[in-house]
C-alpha cells in the first residue's frame, strides 16, 4: 500500500514541484493551500506523513503543529521554514513537528527526510503503545490509570476495557455487536442492555470533571468516541 503524504503549504510553485517529486517516487499525494484546509484534511483522515510550510495565512504551521498533537495525532509532521534561524525550528519542535527543513532545499533532502520519518513510523507500530491518548483523557494500560485534564478518573475493570477499546479506535464507528464480541464475547448470556448501562456510567465518569461528552450514540450503527458534540 502507498504511503500517503499530505502538504500543507501556500506557495504553489513549492506544492506543484512536491507533488511532482513525491508522485513520482510512489507516493500518494495530498495538497493544501492554507492551515485551516490542511487541518480540516488531518481530521478527515489522517496521512502518513504531514510536509508542513511555518509561514501560512488563517492559521500558521506552529498552531496547525499545536492542535494537531493536543488532539492526541501522532502523525510524523516535517516543517518547512523560510527562516534560517534557531529560535524557529525550536519553536517548531517545542509544537510536536518531528523533523524540520529550511528553505529553499534539495528535493533529494526532501525525500530522504520523508524516507527516514517512515521508518521511524514503522518501527513505533512495531513497539505496542501502552499510552493512550485523546482529547485531554490519557489511558495508561501498564498502571491501569486513566486521567481526563489531569483528573484521575477511578474505573472499573470493565469500563477500563471499554474506554480502552475507544481509544484505540477514535473517530471509529463501532457497532454494538464489535463492542460486545471485544469486551463480553459473543457467549455472553447477561442483561441485554449491559452496554447501554456501562456506556452512561463511563459518561457519566469521563464528564465529571465537566469535561464535554466524548463518547457519542450513532444511532442505528452503534458508538464513536469523538471530540464534537
Known sequence: MRSTILIVDDDEKIVSMLRRGLAFEGYDVQTASNGAEGLSKLMDKEPDIVVLDVMMPQIDGFEVCRRLREAGSKV?????????????????LDTGADDYLVKPFALEELLARVRALLRRKADIADTPDNRLMYEGIILDNDSREVLRDG?????????????NLFMQNPKRV???????????????????????VYIAMLRQKTE??????????????????????
Not at 81 to 91: L, N, P
Not at 151 to 163: C, G, I, P
Not at 211 to 217: E, W
Request: proline share 1%.
Open 76 to 92: 510524523p509532521v516535517l516543517m518547512l521554514t523560510a527562516k534560517d534561524e534557531v529560535q524557529s525550528r525550536v519553536i517548531g
Open 151 to 163: 483528573q484521575r478518573l477511578e474505573l472499573t475493570a470493565k469500563e477500563f476495557e471499554l474506554l
Open 174 to 196: 463501532l457497532s454494538r455487536d464489535l463492542i460486545m464480541d471485544k469486551i463480553w464475547g459473543y457467549d455472553y448470556s447477561g442483561e441485554s442492555n449491559v452496554l447501554e
Open 208 to 229: 465529571e470533571y465537566g469535561g464535554k461528552r466524548l463518547i457519542q450514540t450513532i444511532r442505528g450503527a452503534g458508538y464513536i468516541l469523538r471530540g464534537d458534540s
